[in-house]
């Protein structure tokens, strides 16, 4: 069996959380050990990065500091949690991952996507997931659902434009690399959603 390396992407309130839950469950139906983990965040290191980066003080911040912390959040979490799991074969899911840099910083904040894939490439280690899902999300609709939720970070209170870059970049990247990115239209039922993530898993494991 390969490397069960999955991560899951799309804008703000667009589902992930749920959708992994699930995922994971059905994982463990089989037996598969499953680790869970988010991005920015997941080690203690990169909890303490995400704190920084999310902090709505800090307004001041350059956008390339703000893919320094990504990418060095990100570097930590690999090396300290998700090669060390899939090294004792298990299965790791991971909330976000390198093409949420590619779309926030590289289109969002305009800092371009092979610069951030580059300064990744160096945090990753040779590491790629076998499947990305992509949970598709109109901007405004996403917006809409985290309103609802909780106070909204740093990142989720940037404006309607730039979540708008933000899916359409999310689209591009999908239609670059089909072979890796499952785009999946998150308006759909939960369990609908759930079925094709299944079906899809089922073909790359
Ligand atoms: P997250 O906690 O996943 O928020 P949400 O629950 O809304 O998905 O991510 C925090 C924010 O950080 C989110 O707005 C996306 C952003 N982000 C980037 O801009 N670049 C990155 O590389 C990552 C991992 C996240």
Known sequence: MKNIFITMEGPDGA?????IELLKKYFEGKDIEVVLT????GTRISE???AVILNKEYKEMDYKTELMLYTAARAQLVAEVIKPALLQGKAVICDRFVDSSAVYQGMGRGLGVEQVYKINEYALDGLKPILTILLDLDATEGIRRKKNQAELDRME???IDFHKKVV?????LAELDKDRIYKIDATLP???IAK???EEVDKRI
């Open 48 to 50: 303490a990065v995400r």
């Open 38 to 41: 988010r991005e920015p965040g």
């Open 190 to 192: 939960v369990e609908e």
């Open 157 to 159: 209170e940037e404006s």
């Open 196 to 198: 094709l993530i299944r």
């Open 168 to 172: 359409e970049g999310y689209r591009q």
């Open 15 to 19: 589902g992930k959380s749920t959708q």
